[in-house]
């Protein structure tokens, strides 16, 4: 039994000696500074907020709702297989993160604009992410793997009101 502990401990030590002169020969890794922040969050009309990087649909859409700007304002939708009415896999993100928009604004309606079997499969995707068909409207266009998108805000009226 000794001569067996013997040898395990004189392997491991082997095998402990080898990964440490494997490691001095290596070069010194800093890590990378962290970049700026990519994202921010936005808050939607309903207090709720989200991430959203800078430029993206969900921020624009976010930060136009928080505006109260105007009554409409047309976005565009890239997303789709240019040979196919399928979203790709960032056009079913940008989907979800527009349903998430349309959640939190109730009494906004959407108008999806482009090639008709394309935006049929966004609206059922809105659809099935609870967004009421009543609130989307699909406007057969020309224009292939990307979709034009109209919210209209629904009402101008402040989200909350207090009371003096």
């Keep these: 039994m000794p001569r067996i502990l013997l040898l395990l401990t004189s392997v491991l030590a082997i095998g402990a000696a ?3 002169l494997q490691s001095c020969g290596s070069e010194l890794v800093e890590a990378a500074p962290p970049a700026a ?8 009309p309903d207090g709720s907020t989200m ?4 430029g993206s649909l969900p921020r624009e859409m976010g930060d136009w709702l928080s505006s109260r700007e105007g009554a409409n304002k047309t976005f565009l ?4 297989h240019e040979d196919r009415p399928e979203l790709t896999s960032a056009g079913l993100g940008r989907a979800a993160d527009l349903a998430t928009v349309l959640r939190a604004a109730p009494a906004a309606t959407i108008d999806i604009a482009g090639d008709e079997a394309q935006i049929r499969s966004l609206a059922r995707l809105l659809e099935d992410r609870g967004i009421g068909s009543e609130r989307v409207r ?7 793997g990307t979709a034009m ?3 209209h805000r629904g009402s101008a009226a402040p989200l909350l009101s ?3």
């Design 149 to 151: 998108l109209t919210l």
């Design 37 to 44: 922040a990519a994202s921010k969050l936005v808050t939607l």
């Design 138 to 144: 699909i406007v057969p266009a020309a224009g292939v």
């Design 162 to 164: 207090a009371k003096s």
């Design 18 to 20: 080898t990964l440490s």
């Design 77 to 80: 939708f890239k997303g789709f």
């Design 51 to 54: 991430a959203a990087a800078k």
